[in-house]
C-alpha cells in the first residue's frame, strides 16, 4: 500500500496523517513510515510556540498551492504525530505527494 495509507478522504477533502520532526536543516516530506502509517516530515522550525505548527501548515499549502486557511492541523497540536485536513481530492493529495518523495 504504502501512502495511500496516509491519506484519507471525506466530502471532497484528505486527511494526511504525518509525523513530524522539528528543528530539521529544511523543511521537506523525509518518506513514508509504514509501521506507523504516517508521512515523515521534517521542519526546520523549533517546536516551541507553535512555530513547527505554523512552519508545517505553510509547507503543505505551498506544495498543494492552496491557501493557509485551506490546511490545518485536526489531530495532535501538541505531539508529533498529527493529522492534516487539506481542502483538495485526495487523488490531487496523493499525486502531489508522490512527487514529491
Known sequence: MGVEEAV???????FID?????????????????????????VAAKAKA?????ALISFFA??????????NIVTGDNSREKTLRVRLPRDVVLEVIDREL
Open 8 to 14: 484519507r478522504s471525506k466530502s471532497g477533502e484528505s
Open 18 to 42: 504525518v509525523i513530524v520532526s522539528p528543528n530539521a536543516k529544511k523543511t521537506e516530506i523525509a518518506g513514508y513510515d509504514a509501521w506507523r502509517k504516517r508521512l515523515s516530515v521534517k
Open 50 to 54: 507553535g512555530e513547527a505548527n505554523r
Open 62 to 71: 505551498s506544495l498543494f498551492g492552496v491557501s493557509k486557511g485551506d490546511v
